[in-house]
């Protein structure tokens, strides 16, 4: 029974074996030029150089350009701030302050 067994399993894992080997190409020669290229890893890597030029190169360019930039504020004062200005420069006391406010009330 045992040997059964064994005899069975090894012939199923030669089946499986045998069956996941990887399939042949044929190719013509246009075609096998064509598959060579596309998978050539230093065509691809060389490519991927060739991008990465022209990425480099659109930066530089960009660098080049006029660089427009834009700000805005926007501040809500229901009190006007005030400023303290020395009392001399209205004929006050040397030393004082006086309590002033700019703008529009």
Do not use: C, H
């Not at 005030?82 to 004929?91: D, K, M, N, Q, W």
């Amino acid at each position: 029974m045992r040997i059964q067994f064994l005899s069975l399993l090894l012939l199923f894992g030669f089946s499986v074996v045998g069956q996941s080997q990887e399939q042949a190409y044929s190719f013509t020669l246009d075609e096998a030029i064509a598959f060579a290229l596309e998978n050539n890893y230093s065509a691809i890597n060389a490519d991927r150089d060739i991008l990465d030029a022209k990425k480099q190169k659109w930066e530089t360019i960009a660098s080049g350009l006029p660089q427009i930039t834009g700000d805005i504020g926007y501040q809500n004062q229901l009190k006007q701030p005030v400023s303290l200005i020395p009392a001399e420069f209205f004929g006050g006391e040397p030393g004082t302050f006086v309590p002033i406010t700019f703008g529009q009330p």
